[in-house]
T-cell receptor
Framework: NAGVTQTPKFRVLKTGQSMTLLCAQDMNHEYMYWYRQDPGMGLRLIHYSVGEGTTAKGEVPDGYNVSRLKKQNFLLGLESAAPSQTSVYFC?????????????FGPGTRLLVL | KQEVTQIPAALSVPEGENLVLNCSFTDSAIYNLQWFRQDPGKGLTSLLLIQSSQREQTSGRLNASLDKSSGRSTLYIAASQPGDSATYLCAALFSGAGSYQLTFGKGTKLSVIP
């Protein structure tokens, strides 16, 4: 099993450009999450999904959109990138909710917005 | 606001020493408390998850305790090794946040000196 994979590993964008980050998991997990990690801020939840076709907002959803068209994939979109979105983005997944089970994290995508 | 705090931000110890990492949280109404390890440039790896009804969990040389009444958790690492060098994050699932939104501390960066 590959676990949780993220594409791309690193990307540089100019302000106003758009891009999509892809997260894929091969563990048949129901729950998927997108976090961002910033120096001095810790990890913060952007959006999450409790199953195929469902999405919900987390702590810092503004400027991002997500889609979960297939159970194994969770996409994070930036429609118009801003320098404040420079961060490291982590995807995670779990079979059960966070009340019952830990989350399995991908290796991260480092995004720089100029 | 529900917060998770980890002190110190960095810790350096000689190899073989037993050590304790601290995590405090502002609200005793938690579902669980989790400890993760993050290596440089990598994603998070789950170490231990303690449910609110439990007092401690053990895995190999690691032991995590939970004291809800005092709002504290500790991660004890026995006989530290250079391979233990990493950033250790704790995360709380607060009851008011539902089943999905983990609140992370900013981490303690551990260096084990050979």
């Amino acid at each position: 099993n590959a676990g949780v994979t993220q594409t791309p590993k690193f990307r540089v964008l100019k302000t106003g450009q758009s891009m999509t980050l892809l997260c894929a998991q091969d563990m048949n997990h129901e729950y998927m999450y997108w976090y961002r990690q910033d120096p001095g801020m810790g990890l913060r939840l952007i959006h999450y999904s409790v199953g195929e076709g469902t999405t919900a907002k987390g702590e810092v959803p503004d400027g991002y959109n997500v889609s979960r068209l297939k159970k194994q994939n969770f996409l994070l979109g930036l429609e118009s990138a801003a320098p404040s979105q420079t961060s490291v983005y982590f995807c995670a997944s779990s079979y059960y909710s966070a009340r019952q089970e830990t989350q399995y994290f991908g290796p991260g995508t480092r995004l720089l917005v100029l | 606001k529900q917060e998770v705090t980890q002190i110190p931000a960095a810790l350096s110890v000689p190899e073989g020493e037993n050590l304790v990492l601290n995590c405090s949280f502002t609200d005793s109404a938690i579902y669980n408390l989790q400890w993760f390890r993050q290596d440089p440039g990598k994603g998070l790896t789950s170490l231990l998850l303690i449910q609110s009804s439990q007092r401690e969990q053990t895995s190999g040389r690691l032991n995590a305790s939970l004291d809800k009444s005092s709002g504290r958790s500790t991660l004890y690492i026995a006989a530290s090794q250079p391979g233990d060098s990493a950033t250790y994050l704790c995360a709380a699932l607060f009851s008011g946040a539902g089943s999905y939104q983990l609140t992370f501390g900013k981490g303690t960066k551990l260096s084990v000196i050979p």
